[in-house]
């Protein structure tokens, strides 16, 4: 008995010696500079009263949280109304290419921030294709509205994706049932799939507030200091306004603000996690469904082409004249003498930047996630609080992230020589809850037997997990490096807060020519990245189509 007691203890010390890495990276580079910074924040300013006086009595920063309020609640409603019936219907019907319009919709989560945001502008800003053509419209360009529309880019795919899993969870027994017994389809909706669908919707639109309210690109780059949220705040005063006291405190205020949101997300998605055990719902095809699915159908096309019209719109303005310029003045005003001049290094050493950036990110979080594969290969029950402890950083946000970085860890690193190894690390921790996301369905069904089998004859541990375990989960490691690489790709806030113009990347380049109106060059550094995150997006489709045909 004493020796399996102590072989189960050693075991388990050694599972979480290795989740140690993940776990101290998280720690060190952002749970501890936050805190910190939040000390430190306090104890200047003096204590409850001065939080009191920076958050509400300073007129901008109240401005600012009434904007994170306002934008994060329109965005929110608006993606319900159009998230929830194209969910519906993903969840409900059959119809040609349903596999590739779920793997469409993760494209916008994958999507730079600044490239959506080009990409509204292009349609309804100054001179934009659609307010060209229909002037009243342009009102979608600017202020709130235009902010609004870029996030919903972003989130409404959220709600669709949420809405059609939580309809997929109900029980398709009971569903039969209720039609054996002569229920109507409002009976039925009441009773077997509405509460599991709106659910899943909800849990989407508490993601679509947050993210929302934390919005950083889109208000800056769209309307400026009038509808600057908390985020964009923070921003202005620690870097704008050099206060940096009162932008801690600032951003204490917006973390305690989101903890209500973020606590109900949390319970949302336990509920969304307890699938009914009675069988899922079947699809039906579209062709027998009558008007309602035809209705649906037509709101789900509306979503989608809402998404491709921006992509499209993105990679047009890069070829066609938008300065006087010829076709294609996009891209080869991207490698003018100006455009160097104004970054201030030339594009070829921006795009070594963002790609060098985005595979340290990548890198780091593969290893990471490896290790905690290996962890959780044999303590699945850990997989729901360390997802919970990732998910910690993105509650401070981006720029709080980097915020906390700059003032812990670039005066101990040596100043903005090393702001690239602070670049690097703020993108691997806002990668890591995702990418860990990518190895729960395959360590979910993971068999045991083949590392026992190799335990059994000797083998260590790692050797048995390496040898029989990473070939069968190699596919999920590899979307986990690819989801962080994409991510590092196209972050703006926390790369913009930290980088110095040597260490210039696209999305930066992006927003630093669209301020300094070049037009032709802001669509040509646009499309560029669009085209790497397309590409970037493939390969992510691609791995888990891979991992699905080796688990069938």
């Known amino acids: ?48 009263g001065m939080f009191y006086d920076t958050v509400w009595r300073e007129a901008t920063n109240r401005i600012a949280l009434f904007n994170s309020l306002e934008q994060g609640a329109l965005s ?63 009102w979608f360009g600017e202020g709130v509205p235009g902010i609004v529309l870029a996030n919903l880019v972003f989130n409404v795919p959220l709600v669709v994706l949420y809405t059609a899993l939580g309809c997929e969870s109900a029980s398709g027994d009971l569903e039969e049932s209720a039609r054996t017994l002569g229920a109507t389809p409002a009976r039925v909706y009441r009773d077997v799939w509405a509460g599991p669908s709106l659910v899943g919707a909800s849990v989407g639109v508490v993601l679509t507030f947050v993210f929302s309210a934390l919005a950083f690109a889109s208000p800056i780059m769209i309307c400026g200091p009038r509808c600057y949220t908390l985020e964009a705040q923070v921003y202005a005063l620690s870097s704008t ?9 600032l951003a204490l205020a917006a973390v305690l603000i989101l903890l209500v949101p973020i606590v109900g997300y949390v319970v949302l998605a336990n509920r969304l996690k307890h699938r009914d055990s009675r069988g899922p719902i079947r699809p039906r095809p579209l062709s027998r469904s009558g008007w309602i699915g035809r209705s649906l159908a037509a709101e789900a096309t509306l979503v989608f082409a809402g998404i491709a019209a921006v992509l499209i719109t993105v990679l047009g303005r890069s070829i066609s004249p938008v300065d006087g310029g010829g076709f294609g003045a996009g891209w080869s005003d991207l490698v003018s003498a100006r455009t160097t001049a104004t970054l201030g290094v030339p594009i070829a050493r921006v795009i070594v930047n963002t790609f060098g950036f985005a595979l340290f990110a990548a890198a780091a979080t593969f290893v990471l996630v490896l290790l905690a594969a290996l962890a959780l290969r044999s303590r699945p029950r850990w997989e729901g609080g360390i997802s919970a402890y990732l998910f910690l950083p993105l509650l401070v946000s981006p720029v709080l992230l980097a915020f906390s970085l700059a003032e812990f860890w670039r005066p101990i690193l040596g100043g903005e020589t090393t702001v690239w190894i602070l670049i690097g690390i703020s993108q691997a921790i806002l990668a890591l809850p995702f990418a860990l996301q990518s190895l729960r369905v395959p360590l979910a069904g993971l068999s045991p037997a083949p590392s026992e ?5 000797g083998a260590s541990r790692w050797t048995a997990f390496w040898d029989a375990d990473v070939p069968r989960i190699g596919s999920g490691i590899v979307t986990a490096g690819l989801f962080a690489f994409a991510i590092g790709l196209g972050e703006f806030t926390a790369t913009y807060f930290l980088y110095v113009p040597s260490f210039t990347t696209l999305s930066v380049a992006v927003y630093t020519l669209q301020r300094e109106r070049f037009t032709d060059a802001t669509a040509g550094a646009a499309a560029l990245l ?10 992510v489709v691609w791995a888990g189509r891979t991992r699905g045909r080796h688990r069938a």
């Open 76 to 138: 929110a409603a608006i993606a319900f109304a159009l998230g929830y019936p194209a969910g519906v219907f993903l969840a409900r019907y059959t119809f040609p290419g349903r596999a590739t319009a779920r793997s469409f919709l993760l494209l916008p989560f994958l999507l730079p921030t600044v490239v959506v945001v080009i990409g509204i502008l292009d349609l309804f800003g100054p001179g934009g294709w659609i307010s060209s053509a229909v002037p009243v419209l342009s």
């Open 453 to 457: 089998a190799a335990r059994t004859l």
């Open 1 to 48: 008995m004493g020796i399996a007691g102590g072989r189960v203890a050693h075991g388990s010390f050694g599972e979480i010696g290795y989740l140690a890495p993940i776990l101290l990276f998280v720690l060190l580079f952002a749970l501890l500079p936050v805190a910190i910074l939040f000390e430190r924040g306090w104890i200047d300013g003096g204590g409850a």
């Open 530 to 539: 669009l085209v790497v995150s397309l590409v970037v997006f493939a390969a």
């Open 241 to 249: 306004f050099l206060q940096p006291t009162a932008a801690s405190l």
